[in-house]
């Protein structure tokens, strides 16, 4: 029995190896290779650039003094509504001397030329009266008493707006109180009670002191790069993506095309403007927020296409490759095949000739 049980074992021995030899041969052989497998499609393909900017007013007014002083008062807050000529805050005049010294000088003038004009008025009079001078005569001299009366009303009344910023005679006419210019909702109070702001004129624009939007006509405002500026003309679409709101796409349509642009980290950016479509339906209680515009430029509607990953480009040209064998083959066998393609989004390519949607192609190389 052992010799059998012997030559069991060899046997046994002689076919491990054997099979551990076949197993590390069949290892170290190179699988074929195997790629994904894509039937093109018909899909609507658009060419779009993309812009970075924010929702903004269209109409928006910065509120600004007609007086330089203190700001004494602020009747509104940030966030609220308000109509044309609501107030919004009070100014506290403070004099500037060379104004001061200028209108107390034009009353003592006025009041020493009053008092001559008075003094040759009444001499005029008592001739009148002693039927010495005429009638034109004493009429002269009258007129002449009351533009005196004027002028020195006028001085008084100056002085008043320098120490108040109004006076009597423009009671109407309040410089001291800032009010709202539009209906609209407060976006910024930049300046705090007690801050020293300057009027609007000539020389200055004035100090802020507050800023006011309508937000019911809203326009997207944005920068595109040099690069894509000169594929954008005023009226085409625009897919709009608010960042506080990812899920809701805004339609609307480039307005507006700044023709200089303003370099910004090395790069050209031009500045875009674009009315949005829905803004009757879809109203933003704040402004500022940042979103994305897609302007399409160029759209390709129900056409045959295919990712481009499964575009092969040489000189120029392109190819597919479309699969010979059966789909359940382990071996996969392509025919390669000249197309020519059209419209391309940068994930999907229009392809004019070559194939057809029955066709199955090559992809990428499975890992």
């Known amino acids: 029995m052992r010799p059998i049980i012997k030559k069991i074992a060899a046997f046994i021995a002689i076919l491990f190896v054997i099979f551990t030899f076949y197993f590390i041969w069949q290892k170290s052989q190179p699988k074929p290779d195997e790629y994904e497998l894509l039937t093109p499609k018909v899909r609507t393909i658009e060419e779009s650039s993309v812009a970075t900017g924010q929702i903004e007013s269209m109409i928006q007014v910065n509120i600004k003094?007609?007086?330089?002083?203190?700001?004494?008062?602020?009747?509104?807050?940030?966030?609220?509504?308000?109509?044309?000529?609501?107030?919004?805050?009070?100014?506290?005049?403070?004099?500037?001397?060379?104004?001061?010294?200028?209108?107390?000088?034009?009353?003592?003038?006025?009041?020493?030329?009053?008092?001559?004009?008075?003094?040759?008025?009444?001499?005029?009079?008592?001739?009148?009266?002693?039927?010495?001078?005429?009638?034109?005569?004493?009429?002269?001299?009258?007129?002449?008493?009351?533009?005196a009366k004027e002028e020195l009303a006028n001085a008084k009344s100056s002085l008043d707006v320098v120490l108040n910023g109004n006076s009597v005679r423009t009671a109407k006419v309040n410089t001291t109180l800032i009010t709202s210019t539009i209906n609209g909702v407060i976006l910024d109070l930049p300046m705090e009670v007690g801050a020293s702001v300057v009027s609007t004129n000539t020389f200055t624009e004035g100090t802020t002191i507050a800023t006011i939007a309508d937000m019911k006509s809203q326009i997207f405002k944005g920068k595109i790069d040099e690069t894509e500026v000169e594929k954008l003309r005023v009226g085409?679409?625009?897919?709009?993506?608010?960042?506080?709101?990812?899920?809701?796409?805004?339609?609307?349509?480039?307005?507006?095309?700044?023709?200089?642009?303003?370099?910004?980290?090395?790069?050209?950016?031009?500045?875009?403007?674009g009315d949005l479509e829905n803004n009757g339906e879809l109203v933003f209680s704040h402004a500022g927020y940042s979103a994305n515009a897609k302007i399409i430029t160029e759209k390709e509607e129900n056409v045959l296409s295919i990712e481009e990953t499964a575009v092969d480009f040489e000189n120029d040209k392109a190819y597919v490759y479309k699969l010979k064998s059966s789909p359940k083959d382990i071996k996969q066998e392509f025919e390669r095949i000249p197309v020519e393609l059209g419209l391309s989004d940068g994930i999907y390519v229009q392809v004019k000739k070559g194939i057809t949607k029955n066709d199955i192609l090559r992809g990428n190389k499975k890992n």
């Open 65 to 147: 003094p007609r007086m330089t002083g203190i700001l004494s008062e602020i009747y509104v807050k940030t966030g609220q509504n308000v109509k044309k000529g609501d107030p919004i805050a009070r100014i506290r005049v403070i004099p500037d001397m060379t104004a001061l010294n200028n209108a107390e000088g034009a009353i003592n003038k006025s009041r020493l030329n009053l008092e001559e004009v008075q003094r040759e008025t009444n001499r005029t009079i008592s001739l009148y009266n002693d039927k010495v001078v005429s009638k034109e005569e004493y009429e002269q001299a009258i007129n002449r008493l009351n533009l």
């Open 236 to 273: 085409m679409p625009m897919k709009i993506t608010v960042g506080a709101m990812k899920s809701k796409e805004i339609l609307g349509k480039l307005k507006e095309i700044e023709t200089k642009g303003n370099k910004e980290n090395g790069t050209i950016m031009f500045e875009i403007k």
